[in-house]
């Protein structure tokens, strides 16, 4: 399979605990985006980076909220002292940005339960 | 039908028929309009895009229609089959801001 994957699929944990998702762009692909959707909503933007630097946050990202993408390959992203409010799915997409082709393609995202 | 509020908009239609998901979007300096189909428990899977300076772009099975002077996006589907039945969002961007805002989406329920 050569599209996005994302790691883990499913994690539930516990109010106040720190947690890190992962995500593996389409090779070779130059941004990765990580977006937030929330029950019955639309994805929301948090954050994007063009190959190691992050261009842009969101307000959504407040500072419990990391993101880095070291190798301008895969991307992590850090809760730290999660709450309830931010149970919800974390969607990676990743694009080739040359040409004028700017189609983002998502990964299957991470399900998070915070307890 | 539809159902307002926390509920997404619904539209059921009959396997075979053909279906039109609309979708009103909020910035006019938008140029770069794209369809994702999201099926429970997956991600967003792109189905077709469009740029401004079009008004109709067809794909297979699928055509997307744009107008500009009203803000609208629509999404026809033909000839439905049970596998078409998602939620399916409409996401909007400009050039060169690269973040994309989705609308509330749309769940399709294909009656076999």
């Known amino acids: 399979d050569t599209g996005v994957s994302q790691d883990p699929r499913h994690k539930i944990t516990k109010r106040g605990q720190n947690v890190t998702f992962r995500c593996d762009p389409i090779?070779?692909?130059?941004?990765l985006y990580w977006y937030r959707q929330t029950l019955g909503q639309g994805p929301e933007f948090l954050t994007y980076?063009?190959?190691?630097?992050?261009?842009?946050k969101s307000r959504l990202l407040s500072d419990r909220f990391s993101a880095e993408r070291p190798k301008g390959s895969f991307s992590t992203l850090e809760i730290q002292r999660t709450e309830q409010g931010d149970s919800a799915m974390y969607l990676c997409?990743?694009?080739?940005?040359?040409?004028?082709?700017?189609?983002?393609?998502f990964g299957p995202g991470t399900r998070l339960l915070v307890l | 039908g539809e159902s307002v509020g926390l509920h997404l908009p619904t539209l059921s239609v009959q396997e075979g028929d053909n279906s039109i998901i609309n979708c009103a979007y909020s910035?006019?300096?938008?140029?770069?309009f794209i369809w994702y189909k999201q099926e429970s428990g997956k991600g967003p899977q792109f189905i077709i895009d469009i740029r401004s300076n079009m008004d109709k772009r067809q794909g297979q099975r699928v055509t997307v229609l744009l107008n500009k002077t009203v803000k609208h996006l629509s999404l026809q589907i033909a000839a439905t089959q049970p596998g078409d039945s998602a939620v399916y969002f409409c996401?909007?961007?400009?050039?060169?801001?690269?973040?994309?805002?989705f609308g509330t989406g749309t769940r399709l329920t294909i009656i076999p």
């Open positions: 980076f063009q190959n190691e630097a992050q261009l842009e």
């Open positions: 910035n006019s300096a938008s140029d770069y």
């Open positions: 997409a990743s694009s080739l940005v040359t040409g004028g082709d700017e189609t983002q393609y």
């Open positions: 996401a909007e961007t400009d050039f060169g801001n690269e973040k994309l805002t």
């Open positions: 090779s070779e692909h130059n941004r």
